[in-house]
């Protein structure tokens, strides 16, 4: 997991893959907003941490669905849902 | 079903630019142009499905306007009266990796 430094006030963890546009889109859009953030590009990893963080992003959505991005825990948004993560994040 | 004549390329050439560098990409890792917006198993005949154009890019562009990455899109897309939008994965469970029974 990696971690992008900012406003802490909400745990956030993004699960993208490297190729994916709208990945990127979030990345982008998190950057702007200043907050900080942990994510994983999960096309990169090895098998066995891939096997790991898939069984993982499970845990929170019933597809294996990117971008996936997970607010303290309990706010789930799939897709580059860029007004929804705005009002969230405001 | 959607007569693929009607099926175009996303208007939005950075977009498309980005998708086809992913596509690109996973062709020189995985030997196949898989889905950019997929998480592949690297093994050709479980992502046959899912090599571009992918088998849901039909039924996905006429239900939602696009396709799963937005590739491609509906003539009401190309036309402005449609905006693209994340759209529900239609890849079967038992395909997607973490959830087929031989995963990984």
Same mark, same amino acid.
């Given at each position: 997991? !990696? ?74 948004? !799939?897709?580059? !849902? ?9 | ?20 560098? #992913? ?6 890792? /995985? ?28 039924? $996905?562009?006429?239900?939602? #306007?696009?396709? /799963? ?6 003539? $009401? ?24 029974? $031989?995963?990984?």
């Amino acid at each position: 997991m !990696q971690h992008v430094e900012g406003k802490s006030d909400k745990k956030i963890t993004l699960y993208a893959l490297s190729t994916c546009p709208w990945c990127r889109k979030v990345k982008t859009l998190l950057n702007e907003l200043g907050v900080a953030y942990d994510f994983e590009d999960v096309d990169l990893l090895n098998e066995e941490e891939d096997a790991k963080t898939t069984k993982e992003i499970l845990k929170w959505t019933s597809d294996l669905s990117f971008p996936l991005v997970i607010i303290d825990g309990k706010k789930v948004i !799939q897709g580059f !849902q860029e007004e929804e993560i705005r009002k969230e994040l405001a | 079903m959607i007569d693929p004549s009607k099926i175009h390329l996303n208007p939005d050439k950075i977009l498309v630019g980005e998708l086809v560098a #992913g596509l690109k990409k996973n062709q020189e890792r /995985y030997g196949y142009g898989s889905c950019p917006c997929r998480l592949a198993f690297g093994v050709k005949e479980k992502d046959a499905d899912i090599v571009c154009p992918c088998v849901y890019r039909d039924a $996905d562009v006429e239900e939602f #306007g696009n396709c /799963y990455c937005a590739l491609y899109v509906s003539e $009401d897309v190309v036309n402005g009266v449609k905006k693209t939008r994340p759209i529900p994965e239609r890849r079967p469970k038992n395909l997607q990796k973490g959830l087929a029974e $031989d995963s990984v």
